[in-house]
């Protein structure tokens, strides 16, 4: 556990001094820049938007939650912080392993005491920006169930307006287990990004056909 976090907090550093204008949070920013980071009690939902691999890589619930809970810890170590970031990697392994939308409700429900009884055009003319896990990753979840594709997931999602990066990195990395990437989309996606990011998500996806971990 040690080394993981070890390794986890370095490479973060690594890659994100690298990108200073990314538009982090204060809390995070600082960390980054530290010299000795720890955690700092946050339930922002960070915690969540950047999970998505942990749903991948292991190949049992246990693991999967424990490792996005060790993810979680290395800066929001708040249990909202935590449970947010489980919840989201739990959705994401139950949607690469063929779970049904009804399924994932039910699991997310019971297991993470998240009210999921609603649908995003119910919240859509009330729903303000708001960065804490709480009240981001069950939106998130819902506008997954809401959708009927990986593109209208992300639709869904921007719609519900607020925080709509997190809200569709959250939601799209579920949409992705459960639907798969159109070609079209990804290609477009990848055209974004520098060489040495694209490098990091070529490695994940050989570690994914490979059943490897990354780190």
Known sequence: ???????????????????????????FFAWLQSDTPHPYGSYGNGSAMRVASAGWLYEDMFTTRYMARLTSDVTHNHIEGIKGAEATAAAIFLARNGASKQEIRE??????????????????????FNETCMDTVPQAIVAFLDGESFEDVIRTGVSIGGDT???????????????????????????????DLLEIVEKFYKAIAKKETCI
Request: charged share 25%; proline share 4%; with cysteine.
């Open 165 to 195: 990066d997190t809200l569709c990195a959250i939601a799209g990395s579920i949409a992705e287990a459960y639907y798969g990437i159109p070609e079209d989309i990804g290609n477009t996606a990848k055209s974004f990004l520098t060489v």
């Open 1 to 27: 556990e040690y080394g993981f976090k070890t390794t986890l907090c370095s490479l973060m550093r690594e890659i994100g001094r690298k990108y200073p204008d990314a538009g982090y949070g204060g809390e």
């Open 107 to 128: 699991y997310i429900e019971k297991e993470f005491s998240y009210n999921l009884n609603f649908t995003c055009d119910e919240i859509r003319p009330t729903y303000y």
